[in-house]
């Protein structure tokens, strides 16, 4: 069974700067495509970040292009992803999604393992 745990959530003023982590553990993280969604009071779970097995390839929705980059470390079982000038718009729960792909897909569906959420609240 595949547990992912994201950690780095927290309060920053908008303009700043936070990095979450997710760590895996009971699979074998080189294996899984990676991502990360959130989910806003009364709106859906969107996507956010997405990464595959080997780095090459990375998915970002439009609205944090040039403002978050996501990363992993098949070494040390995680993935991150920094968040800089962060919006008002970018609060909420932030989940990581394992899923066994090549291309990472952005759907959430599509993946088989999800953490428990961190959150980011963002101040104006």
């Known amino acids: 069974q595949v547990q992912l745990v994201e950690s780095g959530g927290g309060l920053v003023q908008a303009g700043g700067s936070l990095r979450l982590s997710c760590t895996t553990s009971?699979?074998?993280?080189?294996?899984?495509?990676m991502a990360w969604f959130r989910q806003a009071p009364g709106t859906e779970r969107a996507f956010v970040a997405a990464?595959?097995?080997?780095?090459?390839?990375?998915r970002y929705t439009d609205s944090v292009k040039g403002r978050f980059t996501i990363s992993r470390d098949n070494a040390k079982n995680t993935v991150y992803l920094q968040m800089n000038s962060l919006k008002p718009e970018d609060a909420a729960v932030y989940y990581c999604?394992?899923?066994?792909?090549?291309?990472?897909?952005?759907?959430?569906?599509?993946?088989?393992?999800w953490g428990q959420g961190t959150q980011v609240n963002v101040s104006s």
């Open positions: 009971g699979g074998s993280f080189s294996l899984y495509a």
């Open positions: 990464i595959s097995r080997n780095s090459i390839d990375t």
């Open positions: 999604a394992a899923g066994g792909y090549v291309v990472p897909p952005v759907r959430p569906s599509a993946y088989d393992y």
